[in-house]
Nanobody, 124 residues
């Protein structure tokens, strides 16, 4: 099983950048794709991005394309989400998760193990 710890959130102004990290302590981290989701009060989780096991494929939600970059370093058991040009609409708790089932990368049911989340607040 994989244990995940998300970090790197903070409070910034619109246009700023943040880099989120997702550190994994379980074995076989490289066997799973890693996804980022975000959640705000009153809303369900929203898929943000995913990276394949070997970083050969990445996918993004339309609302972050061109601004966010997902990556991973399997040697460090860590995935990242570089967030640039942040907008107030990006304010949310960001969660990383490992994709433990085949199927759509945007389907939350395909991710079994989750980090605790890290808060990102973007002010105008």
């Amino acid at each position: 099983e994989v244990q995940l710890q998300a970090s790197g959130g903070g409070s910034v102004q619109a246009g700023a950048s943040l880099r989120l990290s997702c550190a994994a302590s379980g074995r076989a981290f490289s066997n799973y794709g890693v996804g980022w989701f975000r959640q705000t009060p009153g809303k369900g989780p929203e898929w943000v991005s995913v990276v394949s096991t070997d970083s050969s494929r990445t996918y993004y939600g339309d609302f972050v394309k061109g601004r966010f970059t997902i990556s991973r370093d399997n040697a460090k058991n860590t995935a990242y989400l570089q967030m640039n040009s942040l907008k107030p609409e990006d304010t949310a708790i960001y969660y990383c998760a490992v994709k433990t089932a085949g199927g759509s990368y945007y389907n939350i049911r395909n991710y079994r193990y989750w980090g605790q989340g890290t808060l990102v607040t973007v002010s105008s």
